[in-house]
């Protein structure tokens, strides 16, 4: 099974697994290569910070793992960073500090909340948090160095009131296009998140019309993760996934490895 770039474990304020149960996992699913990325959103808004990595406790505990591993599985080690404009300084320090193989830059946290929780999408409607959602990773992405990837670009339509039943990447293009071109123009990657399968979607995030837009545009780096935050979700839809992603015209997956990019084929 192709490497599963985005797993979460009990190091991520909203996973319990241990990262030994979600790596055994990969291995009985015959993948040769994983990635774990715990959550860190850093200045969230939030009340109590949920999301924030004890990154030396976190370091030496994956890096012993991979030792113990090594020869049977390869195991990256990632982290999946919240970004956000006003911390710019903060983020960019730490990715430039961090010792990993991957960072997945994510949008999480907009106006001080996350679109998981329905207050984000209270006094507006749909149409335009969806619109903020984007216009605001446009600015993040524009402004920000410090990830390898752009996690689930269109993450906001998993929790959106109706869903992405009025969603499409034509409804959307002129937000979405710029976000396509910015990452291209950087050299940064573009995830294929299964998870949009687990919620429901019937698709992944992105949806493969994005998918397919930035490979027309140039686009040629893109990532694949399930977004596990158990073991039965790990390596979600690979196979689906593996097919539209080769009918979107990708030829090599990406993966990272102490932060450079390496091709494997599809
Ligand atoms: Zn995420
Ligand atoms: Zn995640």
Redesign the pocket.
Known sequence: MLPDT?I?TGFSGDCTVPARIQIERCLALGMTELCI?D?HDYHTGMAEELFLLDFPSYLSQLQNLRQEYEGRIRINIGV?LGLQVRIREYLENLASSLTVDYIIG?SHFIDQTDPYYPGFFEGRSEQDAYRRYFEVSLERIRTLDCFDSF?HLDYVVRYGPTTNHNYSYDAYREYIDPILRTLIEKGRALECNTAGFKYGLGHPNPSEDILRRYHELGGEQVTLGS?AHSPEHIGHSFARAREILLDCGFCYLTVYRQRKPVLLPL
């Open positions: 985005h979460h990325t959550h999946e994510s996690g977004d």
